[in-house]
């Protein structure tokens, strides 16, 4: 299993834009082969910081994943968004056990 959480901060006043455009990513990539899980979490205490839970079956999914039209599109379009890089970080699934 191939985790990663990135984490985005994003300019306040493209909250709302950045909201539609992850979104339209996340439904694009439910549909790959390998993807298990995109889940897009937005802070409870800061509206302008995003989480995303991205599971995919394994490392050659997860990097076909960044060759994909919607990732590109997306990326693209919210690269001038953002308060400060994304960072993403791997991590190993323990439990559940994956399938």
Request: no cysteine; net charge negative; proline share 8%.
């Amino acid at each position: 299993m191939h985790v990663t959480l990135v984490h985005i901060h994003v300019k306040p006043e493209h909250v709302e834009p950045f909201m539609a455009a992850i979104l339209r990513n996340q439904q694009g990539t439910a549909r790959e082969p390998g993807n298990v899980r995109f889940d897009v979490l937005q802070s409870a205490d800061d509206p302008a910081r995003f989480v995303l839970v991205e599971m995919f079956r394994d490392e050659e999914t997860a990097v076909a994943h960044k060759s994909t039209p919607h990732y590109q599109t997306w990326r693209d379009e919210v690269a001038s968004w953002m308060a400060e890089p994304r960072e993403g970080r791997r991590y190993r699934l323990l439990s559940p056990a994956p399938r």
